[in-house]
């Protein structure tokens, strides 16, 4: 059985509007904080006072905005921080709004398209 494929925006396709819609949640930017802080995290494991399909859905919106790489592990989802293409496309934005980078960004520059075999991170 093959990882599941998961879309994520390219780096030029990330629109301002969806970054600043998911960027709108106190979950969300908590998600992103809690990433910075510890390293990649898994959907799964938030401990937020909400269902999870809500959470599911918080997730969902991080990855589909363009701030998150969402790998697909077994039943788990581990979320990584963009912070390399949001930065280029709207310099200061995380920084702006509370989100210094930290552990758990994503480097662009070893994304694969969708169809390529997702490298192993440390």
């Known amino acids: 059985m093959g990882k599941e494929k ?4 390219a780096q030029d396709a990330i ?6 819609s998911a960027l709108s949640d106190p979950i969300r ?5 809690k990433i910075a ?3 990649p995290q898994v959907c799964g494991d938030f401990d937020y006072d909400v269902a999870p399909s809500t959470m599911s859905y918080h997730c969902k919106v991080l990855r589909e905005s363009g701030l998150v790489h969402t790998e697909a ?5 581990q979320l990584t921080r963009r912070d390399e293409a949001i930065e280029a496309l709207f ?21 694969h398209h969708e ?8």
Request: hydrophobic share 25%.
């Open 115 to 122: 169809d390529a075999e997702p490298q192993k991170r440390p």
């Open 91 to 111: 310099p200061g934005l995380l920084e702006s709004v509370g989100l210094p980078p930290g552990k758990g960004r994503w480097p662009e520059h070893t994304e």
């Open 73 to 77: 592990i077994g039943k788990h989802r």
């Open 29 to 33: 930017r908590d998600i992103l904080r």
């Open 6 to 9: 998961l879309h994520h925006p």
């Open 37 to 39: 802080s510890n390293g």
């Open 15 to 20: 629109k301002l509007d969806g970054v600043l």
